[in-house]
């Protein structure tokens, strides 16, 4: 269960109104990486865990702090917004700074909105839970933590070098420093989970039903082989369990598939059309 | 650029067909972290390297292995399919395994693909690049890499256990042992560049320009403190650079955000309408 | 800012495990119409707010409780996804109730996220931000919610019907119950905000710059004239400033279009071929 | 069965062109609120009407009255982007016009429409029938209906007041007066499904059935309690059936959930990992 | 603009109720190549035609039919979902038939829209824009007409061989009749322009200005050389302008693309982490 | 089985940066009709052939072929995106060049990306998988690969007219003679499978099943009759199987649907509340 206090975790304001920075801004709040990603993946992974303890409270404080961040990234993003001029080409060609932001402002912040944030990107895709997982395993699930508080703290970090307005960059260095916490916690949450289990996700599928002969493997498929350089080539696996190889002209393990015809109630190409094009097939290309 | 070779990386052939499991199949080829996924996501990150040398090698080397796979899943999936049949009620209920087989498979893999393998999850969404990431730090990147390669062989292991289908299963472990490769490849790539950069992503970013007073402190936004147990709150940070600390009350560092009012031509609803709410408010609530 | 505490608002146990109904009730989690969708409105209609009062707290109040229900459903499905079996048509084909699961659960429910709930609704469609809006027009906003409320438990009474499970339906009666609160509660914001401005939004734009003369009229392009026995048809209009008419034959008050040719550089079908196409023209047809 | 009139319902002539403006109308074509919306919206809730009358005239009525909306918008897009111009950075620096132009209108619309208007938003979004509702039950659907004529003369009156194009604004006061009388006519067909009914829908579900005790309920999730002002929190209920009361310190109702273990075969974090983290729990803590 | 009458344009009544295949059904209403992407294709089409006359008559007249279609299959879908039951897994397991409806059907049809056709295809994925073309080019379209009247009749001869109902198949047999034709006249549309312009799109773009040295040329990039024996190999070209020719072991003729670094302000990878990776490379690798 | 070589299969070098440009090339790699689509569609109708020989061999040396315009179009909108500037309106201001760029650019392409390719389209919507199609019948697949060859040179030729960029122009020549020979290769595939089958997809299909007597006739539904004059509507059909024939005045086959109501359980809108509305109906409207 959840409550609100209307006061936000951090400032959010900026120095003056700034439409386009409005709409760069919406990649942290909407985006693939962005503070609803981050929300809903740590509730619905915490609400998701088969057990009851410091992992899932760790993912409910952390989900809960993120729901603050979408309040704070919608408050600064209806401020630049703030007084946003409406108009046309007309009204663009007389003022150029007018005209910059009537072309390069998002045209739903008027349109939609009334000046007021949207769940979207920074080019106006909605919000989708195509960007979120909960897998069950904590393992798995951290590593996209991990990423997901890289990702979002490089894209705020560009927002920061984007941006002029103290205002602005005030309350990135709040988010920014609240993504160096995120990322040292979820790489000391990952090292437990390593050290009880083991670095390949899962760890309880038996070694022995795998194909053990390829799990150390770099095939070569791309020429040149400056990737035979790399300690993922050479020496002891990281998982401890073998020995890495390179193989430097990997041929095919299986054969040419050929498929069944289909039923003719499927109404595919005929396998008649399918075999008589072979009929005029000259004799040297076989 | 690239070449093809008809021959399969491995075999892909199952003892008999089974529509339900090319259903299910289809979560690893099209699904999040489907093949497709891995596939165009290395690629994209290969093509993307500022820089030439072995990690760009190898992003191709594993890119190029994924089509690999995308094509041994689709040739599967359509040899499952072979001969599925199909049917209304009345069909169904003549038979309770075609009855089954009905209800439970995706009927596009009948209308639509003619018995052939779909871009698309278990559950029939369409792929979609939102899967997919190529920032540009490849640290960050590597990790998005690390969490794509244990979610799919989480996806790959739970298919392996869902199937009696000794062909099925021949393809799986195949499949399961080249993530653990992969995972292995990146989690050996991820240790290169944290020894060069730091943990912490973007390395790039000057220290004191973020907020250093919150960027090692878990705020306790779930009532409850198991989380004040993890190694996360405790000691030195991950990166070396702080002291985690825990805040188990935590209090709002921000105002409550009162936004100005829009313009006219927004057409918002007036301030007036909004301030006239407070005018029956009963004095003891304020 | 949020807190968040372990309780459920209200408990979430169902009798026995069921995966068939868990992926129905998806429905009302992940759906067009489920929690995400209003905790999402209503917080990014209470951040828009441009002032400060009673109608913003009475969102932050339903957004934060939607956000519980979000919690109970997640909770209930998991537990209705306790010990879903996986299999494929051999597993299936050995016990018909297994079967009946195997083919009807979402098989994303075991491969994806391990017996979770999962952002998406029934069919599995993921959940997007394009459900919902938050325009900055109050009174069109709570149209929205009350629209939201009214298919929401429209779709709760519906699952309530399709269920004999005890603890699923108490659940149900609990959100039936909120429901009908909210809709109440909408149902008599609106009724202040039309009392204030008019109904019809928004109630700012001057009507002189609007087509009076078809602002109350019904044109019949639905050959049968049944609606003209409506209300909608007949007497003063509803916002008290016209009276309804009916035009039993519309004609159109516009002329065929006839676009310009694109220039040149755009490679549009050449207007010689457009025009040339008359030249064989029938002279009986024009 | 539809017929189809070459001539326009009205006319859709700009003074001038205006590729800019033509990116912004295409939010009223093929946004969430656009034409499309609601021409698909209206056939879909009249096909699916189970029963023969008025409403279902109505809606067919008001169904093929939006296609031809469609059609006037689609063509004054086409010419607002009359010889739009094409290049690249050279040709925007050389005037600056041009620049703006090059800058903020639509790419697709040269590269892709070859001149012509796209079945997307404002913001190049494609449209989607998540945007629709036809649930079967009229009060729930005129409800969505009167919210999407709400928004729709909304974010018409809004790109009114963005243009000096007379030729748009005639167009455009023509539509704001058919969604006045399109938000009437919904109103009436409300209030006469709600005197006969009731305002909460479905009013077919046994009120017996539900949570009665919290049916008229406001939980004061959000701290601060302006929202026991309203209208909402006092007196009787606004279907009659019940008296409105406030709790400003809201409890759970439920308990804290715990989730049973995972089978083996679905490889979640084992049970043990997850007991495991107890075992160095500082004794303070628990 | 567009008129609609009662009656249907065919029949549209099965002999009796089957969910399953209402499911099944909705892939050609709602479908990639379903009733509403033609409808919807040709309808831009019309708009966007920059000329007036037979092919923009053409495409109206179609347009038209499309959306009695969509109003045909809408209410076959309708019919099929009579009295569809409703039901847990406690349900299903009384009854085989029912729970193969159970478990089959799809669930959006009981809890979403009542037992109405939904505006999605047979997996439940809601139609979307993204489906449909209008390209300016006429030529171009009407191949994606082709193509759209292909696929759209070949999945309604898969529906077809999949009932047993009469009343079904005699509606699909007038849908397959009615795609008939429209491959017929698209096929000859296409013919008429062909003979005016040339068989390649666009046919006004300069003949110099591309490579015209691989205008005519096949490159084996897969492995094996049987594509070299078709028609498309040898002999004068399609479009009569040059002559086809094979290349069995093609060649790059570019170079390793080697991408400058970024600027700091990015926050990529720095360029010396990208060096430094070939410090320790082995020196037998280079 | 893939493999990859580093070089490109033709330049991709542009003269100068010019992120304008870079985001409209986007749209032939990412859009519907970009390479990500001609790759996936080529391959997936190579996978899915229901035999081997000559067409699975021209589709795989075509996918692969595609594979190489992704790596070259993801290299040249690298390098037209050095150096691209950031800022906010503050630095737009400054220096009307800097500012029609940050106007104008994808800010994903700084923000997310950091300066590489994306698989997006020319306004950011991600690539999708609903773009293409493989159905098992490959004369109606090979129709979809020459509509999406036609359109896709149709937009690298308006490309080609938009920049003044010597190494764009001279890439993009490239693709446009490779779009030539793959609408040619197509064409004679189509050809051939014509002659053996016939016009009309599937042509498995027995003729008798169809509704003959609307096979060949072309409806008026558009007033105005100007598509008498075509083709379409005069002299033996395109198959050869039957006669054009055109209805001026199209009447309807079928009757008015009326729909059953539905059972309690849904609680659709009560018959009762549906047939009471025509009790007030005035007598002479009926």
Redesign the interface.
Known sequence: ????????????KPERP????A??LQ?IL????GE?SVA?QY??QG????????????L??????E??H???L??MI??LL??AP????????QD??V??????M???H???????????????????????????????DF??N??AE??G???A?????????AGVKDML??L???D??H???W???I???ES??N????S??PKE????????????????????????ANGV???GLGT?NYVEYPF????????????????????S??????Q???PN??
Not at 1 to 12: G, R, T
Not at 30 to 33: K, N, V
Not at 158 to 164: F, M, P
Request: with cysteine; hydrophobic share 40%; charged share 20%.
């Open positions: 269960m959840f409550y609100h206090v209307k006061e936000l975790q951090y400032h959010a700034d439409p386009l920075f709409k760069k990649e909407g985006g693939q990486f609803i809903l509730m619905f609400f998701n865990v088969r057990g009851n303890g410091k992992y899932k409270d760790l409910m404080d952390t989900g809960a702090e729901l603050a979408i309040e704070m919608a408050t209806a401020r703030d007084g409406v108009g046309d080409l007309e009204t663009a060609a150029p700074i005209g910059a932001i009537l072309g390069g998002n045209p739903q008027a349109i939609v909105s009334g000046l007021g944030a949207i769940p979207a990107d920074s080019v106006g895709n909605k919000w989708k839970a195509d960007y979120i997982i909960a897998s069950g395993n904590l393992l798995a590593r996209a991990l990423n890289s990702q703290r490089l894209q970090v560009r927002l920061y070098e984007s941006t002029t307005d260095s709040w920014i420093a609240r160096t916490m990322q040292n916690q790489y000391a949450a090292q437990e989970l009880k289990e670095i390949v996700v899962p309880t599928f039903l795998e194909k053990r002969e390829v799990s150390y493997t770099l095939f070569n498929y791309s020429r040149g082989n400056k990737s035979a350089e790399g300690r993922w696996s990281m998982d890495f095919p393990f299986g054969d040419k598939p050929v498929l069944n015809p289909a039923p003719h109630y499927i109404h595919d190409t005929l396998p059309v399918l075999k008589s094009q072979t005029h097939m000259p290309l076989c």
